[in-house]
C-alpha cells in the first residue's frame, strides 16, 4: 500500500535551515507529482509547494518563496523540502502528500519548530 514517511524535522532557531525528507513506497513514485503541506497549532493545513513527476516544475505558496526548495531523487523514492530563513511563524508539522489512483494520502508528518 502507498506510504510516506516524513522525517528530518526538529527545533532550530530563528533563521536556521532545516531539510526535510519524504520517503515513499507503494506505487510508481517517479510518475506522480509530490506536494508538501504544513499545519500549525490552530490553523488549517496549508500548501508549501509541490514538484512535478520528474523534477523540471516546481511551485511554492507566497508565504514560503524564496525561504524553501523542493526536490526529488527518483531513485531514491524521496522528496525533500529545503527550509531556510526560518521564523517562528514556520513551527508546524510538514507533511508530504500524493494523489494516487484519486485518493489522497499523507504521511504522519514532521514537527518543525522554530525558536525566536
Known amino acids: 500500500q502507498v506510504e510516506l514517511v516524513e522525517s528530518g524535522g526538529g527545533l532550530v532557531q530563528s533563521g536556521g535551515s532545516l531539510r526535510l525528507s519524504c520517503k515513499a513506497s507503494?506505487?510508481?513514485?517517479?510518475?506522480?507529482?509530490m506536494r508538501w503541506f504544513r499545519e500549525a497549532p490552530g490553523k488549517e493545513r496549508e500548501l508549501v509547494g509541490g514538484?512535478?513527476?520528474?523534477?523540471?516544475?516546481?511551485h511554492y505558496a507566497d508565504s514560503m518563496k524564496g525561504r524553501c526548495t523542493i526536490s526529488r531523487d527518483n531513485a531514491k523514492n524521496t522528496v525533500y523540502l529545503q527550509l531556510n530563513g526560518l521564523k517562528p511563524e514556520d513551527t508546524a508539522i510538514y507533511f508530504c502528500?500524493?494523489?494516487?489512483?484519486?485518493?489522497?494520502?499523507w504521511g504522519q508528518g514532521t514537527q518543525v519548530t522554530v525558536s525566536s
Open positions: 507503494g506505487f510508481a513514485f517517479s510518475e506522480y507529482s
Open positions: 514538484i512535478t513527476s520528474t523534477g523540471d516544475n516546481t
Open positions: 502528500n500524493v494523489v494516487w489512483r484519486s485518493q489522497v494520502y
